[in-house]
């Protein structure tokens, strides 16, 4: 393991779901190469989870900036100062203050220079919704973070996998909102940040950006709705003129199969499950939650709390190591 650069944050997620169990399989699945990270999480959730699922992680209370140095001798674990009591499955607005906390103090860590990036674990919006929680999910809750930066942020949330990367151009509203919702400007901010970061983060010299159509067939030519020809046809024009390779629209049937999917680097969708149902149907396991347009890397598994299962110690940390990985590789 590498320590030449500060490691990663990550945040406690639902302590009544699936993360402190793939917290522990993370650590214990590490490989050379792989970055150092710390859990910012109430110690006890973490030992108790290792005793319940037999883990036998060691756990190292230690700070943000000796967590690099513990991370060879056990899981290291930044406390939190919020209480937290928590039964596998059985999720209570009574954590959700130590849930927040745990997100913003490892932005606050990024922020600091402690750690390089963020990893954040499931939550449950709904127990938070609960306890006042007021933004439609951690995307944009992580916006409302980076502008006590000083710096103007536009989250956009991107699924990534070696198969298939997509950004739903609108994402946490009711299907029935889409069309008022999407709009020429949504589309070109959102593909602005989208090239932006594909550059610069990625290293994808000029990144291909192939936008989707909302209604069947993209419309056809008006026939099954007019939002291809005055909204999403146009936005494509503005993106093109300002130098970005963006295409479309197009049928979203025929954009996900693997001739399709040579032709780009990213599909850009109109709303959340016209990107979401394939890439989770080709890359379930490996697929990442990746925010761009922030002042900092925060990546996140692509599935969510799994209360059915907490506690059993039977979750896959496949799409949590992918997380941790490509947090790794994108701030190396």
């Known amino acids: 393991m590498t320590a030449e650069r500060p490691p990663l944050a990550m ?10 169990e793939l917290a522990l399989a993370a650590w214990r699945l590490r490989k050379a ?32 900036e000796r967590a690099a140095s513990a991370f060879e001798h056990g899981l290291p674990v930044v406390p939190l100062e919020n209480p937290v009591a928590a ?4 999720p209570s607005a009574a954590n959700a203050a130590a849930t927040l906390e745990s997100i913003a103090r490892a932005v606050e860590c990024v922020r600091a220079g402690a750690a390089r990036a963020v990893v954040t674990n499931p939550i449950a919006k709904a127990t938070l919704y609960e306890a006042g929680f007021r933004f439609p999910g951690h995307t944009e809750y992580l916006g409302e973070l980076a502008a006590a930066w000083g710096r103007p942020a536009f989250p956009v ?6 198969t298939l ?24 901010d959102t593909a602005k940040v989208v090239a932006r970061d594909l550059r610069e983060r990625f290293g994808i010299a000029r990144p291909r950006l192939a936008v989707a159509g909302l209604n069947p ?25 300002a130098g970005i390779d963006a295409f479309g629209p197009l049928p979203a049937d025929t954009m996900f199969h693997a001739k399709a999917r040579a032709r780009y680097d990213v599909a850009l969708t109109m709303y959340h499950d016209q990107g979401l149902i394939p890439i989770k149907a080709l890359a379930f396991d490996e697929g990442v939650n990746v925010t761009l347009g922030l002042p900092f890397v925060r990546t996140s598994p692509d599935h969510g709390t799994a209360f059915d ?7 896959d940390p496949a799409s949590l190591i992918a997380a941790l990985r490509l947090a790794g590789r994108l701030t190396r």
């Open 309 to 315: 299962i907490a506690g059993r110690g039977v979750a």
């Open 165 to 188: 990367a997509v950004v739903p151009v609108t994402i946490h509203i009711a299907l029935c909102e889409v069309p008022q919702a999407l709009t020429c400007g949504l589309i070109v």
């Open 33 to 64: 190469g792989d970055a150092p990270f710390f859990v910012l999480a109430a110690p006890g959730i973490l030992t108790e989870a290792a005793r319940r699922i037999g883990a036998g992680t060691p756990i190292v209370e230690t700070t943000p």
């Open 157 to 162: 949330m991107m699924i990534w996998s070696e």
């Open 87 to 90: 039964e596998p499955g059985r």
């Open 217 to 241: 067939h993209a419309g056809e030519g008006g026939a099954m709705g007019r939002e291809e020809v005055a909204t999403i046809a146009p936005a494509v024009e503005v993106l093109r003129a």
């Open 11 to 20: 945040t406690m997620g639902e302590p009544a779901g699936i993360g402190p």
